[in-house]
């Protein structure tokens, strides 16, 4: 079972930024789409960005587009995501999870099926 782990949350101001690593032992992300997804307090967990493996596309949802950056290092088995001028509003905890290859990565938590502990992100003045 592949277990991913993330880290790089934390307590940051509003406009402060943080970037997130998403890690795991034997972990090449060549044959996984990756996806960052958030779970804020009373909310469900929605999807944050996606990176689609087979054409290379990435998805945002609309509020973080322009702010957040997702990435990868595949020699190091490695995701990224780097979130600037971050708001209040995003704060929760922070999850990347493995999946299928894809053309269009999914934005439904379904349809992935290795994912890390979640690291918490902050924003406050």
């Known amino acids: 079972q592949l277990q991913l782990a993330e880290s790089g949350g934390g307590l940051v101001q509003p406009g402060g930024s943080l970037r997130l690593s998403c890690t795991a032992p034997g972990f090449t992300s060549d044959y996984f789409d990756i996806g960052w997804f958030r779970q804020a307090p009373g909310k469900e967990r929605e999807m944050v960005s996606c990176f ?61 099926f290795n994912w890390g502990q979640g690291t918490q992100v902050t924003v406050s003045s």
């Open 52 to 112: 689609s493996r087979l054409n290379s596309s990435v998805y945002y949802i609309d509020s973080v587009k322009g702010r957040f950056h997702i990435s990868g290092d595949n020699a190091k088995g490695m995701a990224y995501l780097q979130m600037n001028g971050l708001k209040v509003e995003d704060t929760g905890v922070y999850y990347c999870a493995a999946g299928p290859a894809t053309y269009y990565c999914q934005v439904r938590p379904a349809a992935y």
